[in-house]
């Protein structure tokens, strides 16, 4: 059996949860991720997690902040005037956006008069993030 190292090819399936038992994301009833170990492409608490495991194996863990997608930014609100923003925006409301040259997305959070409150943080910045995971294949 082959054990997950840096550079190993794996596929997983798995659930995410919230602290209060939310599922965030899942792969159940699709295809398995399949990532490479070491090149960023998950979070790096979920790349430490699996590091050592073997086909077959399941194993549940939790993935702080630090390790997921950070603490919440208060630099990553931002003011805007209604007039600024698309038509029909309303709280709830997802933007995409250009800045410095880098696409990033605000959700709309809150509206204050003629102004909007948009957050630029990942939706789960500063969460506590619970994985349970099977490995399926590594290779």
């Known amino acids: 059996m082959s054990e997950i190292t840096s550079g190993s090819q794996v596929s997983l399936h798995y ?51 630090e390790e997921g997608y950070g603490q919440q930014r208060d630099e990553m609100l931002l003011k805007a005037a209604k007039d600024e923003l698309p038509e029909g925006v309303q709280v709830g409301s997802v933007l995409r956006s250009s800045v410095n040259g880098q696409e990033m997305f605000f959700s709309v959070v809150e509206a204050d008069g003629d102004d909007f409150i948009l957050d630029g943080n990942h939706p789960l910045a500063g969460k506590s993030l619970t994985f349970a995971i099977t490995i399926v294949k590594v290779s």
């Open 15 to 65: 659930t995410g949860t919230l602290d209060d038992g939310t599922v965030f994301d899942t792969s159940q009833d699709k295809e398995p991720l399949n990532f490479t170990v070491g090149q960023g492409q998950v979070i790096p608490g979920f790349e430490n997690a699996v590091m050592g495991m073997n086909e077959g194996e399941d194993k549940e863990f939790t993935v702080p902040p």
